[in-house]
Nanobody, 120 residues
Framework: QVQLVESGGGLVQPGGSLRLSCAAS????????MGWYRQAPGKQRELVAD???????NYKDSVKGRFTISRDNAKNTAYLQMNSLEPEDTAVYYC??????????????WGQGTQVTVSS
C-alpha cells in the first residue's frame, strides 16, 4: 500500500526552527490529503496542520503564524516548517496521509513518528 517516512526532528532551543519532511511511497494512485499530527506524553494525538489536494490548509490555533505546511506533488512529499518553536511544541510528530492505492480503494496511513524537543 502506502508507506510514509518522516525526517527532520531533533532538539532545538526555544525560538528556533525545524523542518519536518514526510515522503510517501508505494502503491499510490492519488493522495487526497497529507498532514501532521503530534502527541505529547500523557496527551492525545492532535492535528497540527493538514493540506488537501485542492490546496486547502488547516492549522491548530496555537501554531498559526509559526508553522507552514507545504507539499511537493511531484515527489509525494509533505513538509512542515516550524518557526518560533516553544517548549509546548515538544512532542512526537506523525505524518498522516489519506490516499487511494487503487482506482476505488483508499485508506489512511501513518508514519513512524519523529521526536521534536524544544528545550534550552
Amino acid at each position: 500500500q502506502v508507506q510514509l517516512v518522516e525526517s527532520g526532528g531533533g532538539l532545538v532551543q526555544p525560538g528556533g526552527s525545524l523542518r519536518l519532511s514526510c515522503a510517501a511511497s508505494g502503491s499510490i494512485f492519488s493522495i487526497v490529503s497529507m498532514g501532521w499530527y503530534r502527541q505529547a506524553p500523557g496527551k492525545q494525538r492532535e492535528l497540527v496542520a493538514d493540506l488537501n489536494s485542492g490546496g486547502g490548509r488547516n492549522y491548530k490555533d496555537s501554531v498559526k503564524g509559526r508553522f507552514t505546511i507545504s507539499r511537493d506533488n511531484a515527489k509525494n512529499t509533505a513538509y512542515l516548517q516550524m518557526n518560533s518553536l516553544e517548549p509546548e511544541d515538544t512532542a512526537v510528530y506523525y505524518c498522516n496521509a489519506r490516499a487511494y492505492y487503487s482506482a476505488i480503494s483508499w485508506d489512511e496511513f501513518w508514519g513512524q513518528g519523529t521526536q521534536v524537543t524544544v528545550s534550552s
